[in-house]
T-cell receptor, first 110, second 112 residues
Framework: ELKVEQNPLFLSMQEGKNYTIYCNYS?????LYWYRQDPGKSLESLFV?????AVKQEGRLMASLDTKARLSTLHITAAVHDLSATYFC??????????FGTGTRLKVLA | ETGVTQSPTHLIKTRGQQVTLRCSSQ?????VSWYQQALGQGPQFIFQ???????GRGNFPPRFSGLQFPNYSSELNVNALELDDSALYLC???????????FGSGTRLTVV
């Protein structure tokens, strides 16, 4: 069974702190995607990681992919309240569909 | 780019009824997928259409069906609604899946 697991599931952090969200997956996938979802809203694409060793950064977020370890990380630098949301990773195991992770609900406290 | 638009935004149906959800893909995108997202969970793949043909299906029963039209707009139909069908239904389109999907704002379906 294909599994995509994220940890932590819930994260409460102070503004200005750094933290990393982990995404582990159980199947071969050369591509991995990160999405953000605000409460009651749709999914916003953050990063598309297309190969082993890929690293992308946008503002306070940086994502990386290690396909050999089947691991992706989403690193948050100097968190601000606006980053509060649920973050999902998704893999595409060589087929036409995405398998989404369990989601990490992030709350940044002022 | 016009984005991915879905209608209606909210819907309440009674168990046993049928529902049709609609999606207009982003301009030029010939691939559309539908996902079901239950409260507090990640989206689950329902099916995908490519150039009007079903291109793959997730673990959903046949009462979930779809269509894609020549202009790449799409419909999701659900027959014999069950309480567990209550969820946010997301439409996503892409020019090429590896480019990443653009998701619509979703339709919140409540079955009572």
């Amino acid at each position: 069974e294909l599994k995509v697991e994220q940890n932590p599931l819930f994260l409460s952090m102070q503004e200005g702190k750094n933290y990393t969200i982990y995404c582990n997956y159980s199947t071969t996938s050369d591509r991995l995607y990160w999405y953000r979802q605000d409460p009651g809203k749709s999914l916003e694409s953050l990063f598309v990681l297309l190969s082993n060793g890929a690293v992308k950064q946008e503002g306070r977020l940086m994502a990386s992919l290690d396909t050999k370890a089947r691991l992706s990380t989403l690193h948050i630098t100097a968190a601000v309240h606006d980053l509060s949301a649920t973050y999902f990773c998704a893999v595409e195991p060589g087929t036409y569909k995405y398998i989404f992770g369990t989601g990490t609900r992030l709350k940044v406290l002022a | 780019e016009t984005g991915v638009t879905q209608s209606p935004t909210h819907l309440i149906k009674t168990r046993g009824q049928q529902v049709t959800l609609r999606c207009s893909s982003q301009s030029g995108h010939n691939t559309v997928s539908w996902y079901q997202q239950a409260l507090g969970q990640g989206p689950q793949f329902i099916f995908q259409y490519y150039r009007e043909e079903e291109n793959g299906r997730g673990n959903f029963p046949p009462r979930f069906s779809g269509l894609q039209f020549p202009n790449y707009s799409s419909e999701l139909n659900v027959n014999a609604l069950e309480l567990d069908d209550s969820a946010l239904y997301l439409c996503a389109s892409s020019l090429k899946v590896s480019y990443g999907y653009t998701f619509g704002s979703g339709t919140r379906l409540t079955v009572v």
